[in-house]
């Protein structure tokens, strides 16, 4: 299948790729990706225990503002793998996994974009109940932490574009021209790395369907823009909305939200019955395309 004319520039963002695109490469590449980022991760968290314990669980839970900027700034060990794996494997440069240096404008115009989607979905109705929450951060506590959390959240999400849209949709793009290949791939793997070991089955698979979606999303800007900077905007707009507005009191990752809500009680057992695609996994998925259109509008492509 040809790449539809919008995807031109993606021709030019593969073109480094194309010099050792074997796929035997690439899944060596993966392979010590994975390994590099897993040892890295483990002497991290080595280091978090020396400091203590207590200080170790609170950036594995992600439930106070230290342990979740940690968290998510560990994500950096990813991108200093992918330095090592494109620069020795690949013999090619890290930046290339980015696309145009002019194209760095994206990045801000994509995020503000997404981000305004977000925050115009967030004051429609029907409208968060802000008197529920059980605490809430000072919000010029909030405030100063901001800029720490954003940089935190794109290093986060950068390193996560560079993997999956990046490094990956390139090589195989590289090698397979067929844009049902390329996009599907990398974005099967994005989806299987959010499947939730001992999580409830249906609430993994609408998670796994809802991530797939969104790389989709990813990767199309990439394509369009023949960067990898839209997609990082995005994405960057999406983690911002998840972990900074509103989260469980003392639950996972809540430690940068600034209003805090009781966790919900289960009103029934948790099973495994009951359908995957629902009503609210399908508004999900809406929310994905319009995020996605608000996106393009910002970057105009």
């Known amino acids: 299948m040809k790449a539809p004319a919008v995807y031109a520039p ?3 963002y593969v073109f480094p790729a194309r010099y050792r695109s074997h796929p ?10 994975e390994v590099l980022f897993t040892l890295g991760l483990d002497l991290f968290d ?3 225990m ?3 314990p207590e200080f170790a669980d609170a950036v594995y839970y992600g439930d106070s503002p230290t342990g979740l900027l940690l968290q998510l700034a560990s994500y950096g060990i990813l ?6 794996v494109v620069n020795k494997l690949h013999l090619r440069h890290t930046a290339s996994l980015f696309g145009p240096g002019d194209q760095r404008r994206l990045l801000p115009r994509a995020f503000i974009g997404a981000m305004a989607f977000y925050l115009v979905l967030q004051l429609a109705p029907p409208w968060a109940d802000l008197m529920a929450a059980q605490s809430h951060r000072n919000l010029a506590g909030w405030l100063g932490l901001l800029p720490f959390a954003l940089l935190a959240l794109l290093i986060q999400t950068g390193a996560e574009e560079m993997f999956y849209r990046g490094y990956i949709q390139q090589q195989i793009a590289a090698r397979f021209p067929d844009p049902r290949i390329w996009m599907v791939v990398p974005n099967l793997l994005f989806a299987w790395v959010h499947w939730e070991s001992g999580g409830q089955w249906v609430a993994n698979w609408q998670y796994v369907i809802w991530a797939f979606a969104f790389g989709l999303a990813c990767s199309d800007l990439t394509a369009r823009s023949g960067s990898l900077y839209p997609a990082i905007g995005l994405h960057l707009a999406n983690n911002a909305y998840a972990f900074l507005f509103f989260a469980d009191l003392d639950g996972f990752d809540s430690g940068l939200a600034l209003f805090l809500y009781p966790a919900a009680p289960l009103t029934q057992p948790v099973t495994a019955d009951g359908p995957i695609v629902t009503l609210a996994l399908l508004v999900e998925l809406s929310l994905i395309g319009l ?3 608000a996106t393009r509008l910002a970057i105009r492509r």
């Open 79 to 84: 991108a200093l793998a992918l330095v090592v």
């Open 46 to 48: 080595r280091l978090m």
């Open 50 to 52: 020396r400091i203590s």
């Open 24 to 33: 035997g490469r690439l899944i060596l590449g993966i392979l010590l990706a």
């Open 10 to 12: 993606h021709e030019a």
């Open 291 to 293: 995020a996605w259109l």
